[in-house]
């Protein structure tokens, strides 16, 4: 028996109709049927008060089916639209932005206290990371039919996502050393993804020095959070440790890239984004990226054809396309 089921059921013998219940709790007739046959989700705080309204508990109605929750925060998602992903029995998500040629559809719109479903629940695979290039697998295999969310975030956040069973993978970047020491106690398998180079997109003014003008911690620089690897690597470099310049903050490393772009200010990113927005690049230190992955996940069927994916020629030929990636030990298992 389903959500709606149960609900509808329970109403049904505490003797209340549809109207009744809705103006118990708040919320119109047309919600509790649409919640009843299945269309809508309700969120936490409304599931609290239909639970109350029937004289049970909340797991009394949801167990079998756990409210979405956002896979970086654990919390409830903001209003709007989503993206949506299972992780063993929850259901997670992610917000949907706008891409630079356009829109992209949506799996839900979270509204009012409730969710309305536009497409199907797949299960499929959650990855998170600041790899752009999970985008790219995220498209193709919806496209084959196989549901896939990626979430867009800095290394630590994806670490953190895949600690709590928000995810089933991560990309993670960093040096050997510092992969190394984030894997302890972690019973994970790594994968090779690619190695690329880690620094600056030249601003408006590329003319020679643009580099040292940027490290000087005073010029205003586009930069990521505090938790990105990439972030701690520009601190590192500048020539004032104590001086953190101006800027701007992005999320990602192309978003970083592009903001560069469009503000005419250098930008923390990697390589490839540089070449994507067509800037001059300075190095600040060489990254290994890898796709850590929970032992306990290694067997599910969607997370196999995206491994698969991500190891093969189609995907590969992407990121050649793009420039900045060494994809000679893609597919390589870390030891």
């Known amino acids: 028996m389903d959500i709606g089921e149960r609900i509808r059921t329970r109403r049904e013998q ?16 047309q919600t509790i049927g649409a919640i009843e046959a299945g269309k809508n989700l309700p969120r936490v705080d409304a599931a609290i008060a239909l639970a109350g309204a029937l004289g ?11 409210l979405v929750i956002d896979v970086i925060t654990g919390e409830l998602p903001q209003p709007g639209p989503v993206h949506i ?33 536009l497409t199907p629940l797949a299960p499929g695979l959650v990855v998170a990371g600041c790899e752009p290039g999970l985008g790219i697998v995220e498209r193709l295999l919806r ?23 928000r995810a089933h993978a991560a990309v993670v970047h960093g040096t050997k050393r510092q992969l ?25 003014d590329d003319a020679p020095g643009w580099q040292e003008r940027a490290l ?31 800027g ?27 070449i994507a927005v067509d800037r001059p690049f300075h190095e600040l230190a060489v990254h290994n990226a890898q796709i850590w992955i929970p032992h306990r996940f290694r067997g599910e069927t969607s997370l196999t ?8 020629q189609r995907f590969g030929r992407h990121l050649e396309g793009i420039g900045g990636y060494d994809l000679s030990q893609v597919g390589t298992k870390v030891a």
Do not use: C
């Open 216 to 246: 000087s911690g005073s010029n205003p620089v586009v930069q990521r959070e505090s938790g990105a690897v990439v972030q701690r690597v520009f601190l590192d470099a500048l020539s004032h440790a104590n001086s953190r310049p101006p």
């Open 180 to 204: 190394r020491d984030r894997v302890a106690n972690r019973n994970i398998e790594r994968l090779h993804l690619a190695t690329w180079r880690v620094g600056l997109s030249a601003g408006e």
């Open 56 to 66: 049970v508990e909340v797991s009394d109605l949801f167990t079998a089916s756990p």
């Open 305 to 312: 054809r995206a491994i698969d994916l991500m190891m093969g």
């Open 143 to 165: 496209e084959g039919g196989v549901g896939a969310m990626w979430v867009a975030t800095s290394s630590k956040n994806a670490l953190l996502a895949l600690d709590e069973g």
């Open 248 to 274: 701007p903050v992005a999320d990602g490393h192309l978003e970083s890239a592009q903001r560069g772009l469009w503000t005419g200010i250098p930008a923390v990113t990697f390589e490839p984004a540089a």
């Open 14 to 29: 505490v003797g209340l109709s549809q109207i009744e219940l809705a103006a118990s709790v708040g919320m119109s007739r």
């Open 85 to 117: 992903g299972r992780v063993d029995d929850r259901l997670v998500s992610t917000p949907v932005r706008a891409r630079s040629l356009g829109y992209e559809p949506a799996d839900l719109i979270t509204a009012s206290g409730d969710l309305e479903t």
